[in-house]
């Protein structure tokens, strides 16, 4: 789904001179938007210098992005199942910060576990009797991110949903299922899933979404 938003950047002609990458992890998606040409910010709280992806057009930064000072903006901000971990008090001031960071129409690519999906679907009614019950404090943070919260944040007059999406049946693999699995592999399975996803539209494990500010 990240090479399908990519793409959509590259065909609409949306800038990519810039980009900040929020919860880098390794800098996978960084040194993809490096290749690209853009000057990356990759920023970890738990970032370890020895894992990362070299890049000439990465930077990384051990920080929380919450508490990161930086005058820079940016044309596109990534932040790949971060906002699920970001507690409930801080989601708005989160939101807000991204925002702020960006240029004029710059854009926003994020995901995250999907709630209502055949993978997640059963641990939200799981977590969500006992949250109605008043015996949890918080729906399971896998499972606490709705749709209707995106369409709240970033559907108004300073932004708009370009594309919102789910994968198939499959959960979005990580660096090192990737790694271990190889390429070829990988995109055998994702090709598979993408015919899936279109016979359960909305319905996949993961969310991908792309946001443009006016």
């Not at 609409?12 to 490096?34: E, K, Q, T, V």
């Not at 932004?159 to 699995?181: A, D, P, R, Y």
């Amino acid at each position: 789904m990240v090479q399908d938003a990519i793409k959509y950047l590259l065909n609409h002609d949306f800038p990519i001179h810039s980009c900040l990458d929020i919860g880098c992890n390794r800098g996978y998606y960084s040194a993809i938007f490096g290749d690209l040409g853009a000057q990356v910010d990759a920023v970890d709280p738990d970032l370890r210098s020895d894992r990362v992806i070299n890049h000439p057009n990465v930077v990384y930064h051990k920080a929380d992005f919450l508490k990161w000072k930086s005058d820079k903006t940016y044309d596109v901000i990534l932040f790949f199942e971060v906002y699920e971990h970001i507690s409930p008090n801080s989601r708005e001031i989160f939101i807000e910060k991204i925002k702020q960071s960006l240029n004029p129409g710059g854009t926003i690519l994020f995901s995250g576990p999907n709630c209502i999906s055949l993978f997640y679907s059963g641990g939200f009614i799981k977590s969500l009797i006992p949250f109605l019950l008043g015996k949890i404090p918080e729906i399971d943070w896998h499972y606490r991110i709705p749709y209707y919260f995106y369409q709240k944040s970033f559907e108004n007059e300073e932004s708009h949903i370009v594309s919102w999406q789910t994968n198939g049946i499959l959960f979005v693999f990580s660096n090192k299922i990737e790694s271990m699995l190889g390429k070829s592999c990988i995109q055998r399975l994702l090709d598979l899933d993408r015919c899936v996803s279109g016979l359960i539209s909305g319905l996949g494990a993961n969310y991908f979404c792309i946001v443009q500010m006016k």
